[in-house]
């Protein structure tokens, strides 16, 4: 699924709200969140998960073609950890265990 | 941030009550919950993938303990953060 799927899903099932409109909600929840993330803050969604960002030091690092030593500078990256409801629902489900191929 | 400043943030662009934007915003969030119960991974351009990844059975050990012990195949949610993401998490310091 896209955001324009997104998008079009939360047309058709919220009450009165057109496609333009879900356009402008679903980008707000998507651009908040990016802004929090910016800033450093954690996000927590309840029956969701949370991001927060890792901070990672500037390192020595090689690139692996030409064995030049470069310095990798330091950055940030969200880290994404699933909330219990959504990670249940996501797990296969008791009658699919062991029904799989490996 | 938790879900009411994310509400809030609608209830200010968008002119709905504040109730009517609570309700939407857990729409969006029920309708991605239910993809990816689907095991289909919703990517959203600009922000992110939510991917849906399967993971065989594999031998683990208790690291309490040491004893080995069979690790059932299950499915796992990861977040692969988008390009311009980390470009905007990383352009002021």
Do not use: C, W
């Amino acid at each position: 699924m896209t955001k324009s799927e997104l998008i079009e899903k939360l047309a058709q099932r919220a009450n009165g709200i057109n496609l333009k409109v879900a356009e402008v909600v679903v980008n707000t929840v998507f651009q908040s969140m990016k802004d929090a993330l910016v800033r450093g803050d954690r996000i927590e969604i309840r029956g969701f998960g949370s991001i927060k960002v890792k901070h990672y030091a500037s390192y020595m690092g090689r690139n692996p073609k030409t064995g030049e030593t470069i310095k990798v500078p330091p950055k940030k990256l969200p880290f994404f950890k699933v909330g219990k409801e959504l990670k249940q629902r996501v797990d296969l489900k008791p009658s699919e265990r062991g029904e799989r191929k490996p | 941030m938790t879900k009411a400043d994310i509400v809030n943030q609608v209830y200010e662009k968008v002119g709905f009550s504040k109730r009517e934007s609570a309700e939407v915003v857990d729409l969006v969030f029920e309708i991605i919950k239910e993809t990816l119960e689907r095991s289909e991974n919703v990517k959203i351009s600009g922000f992110g993938s939510f991917i849906v990844r399967e993971k065989r059975a594999r031998r683990g050990r208790n690291p309490q303990t040491g004893e080995e012990i069979q690790i059932t195949p299950r499915r796992v949610l990861t977040f692969r953060p988008s390009t311009v993401l980390r470009k905007a998490m990383n352009s002021s310091p």
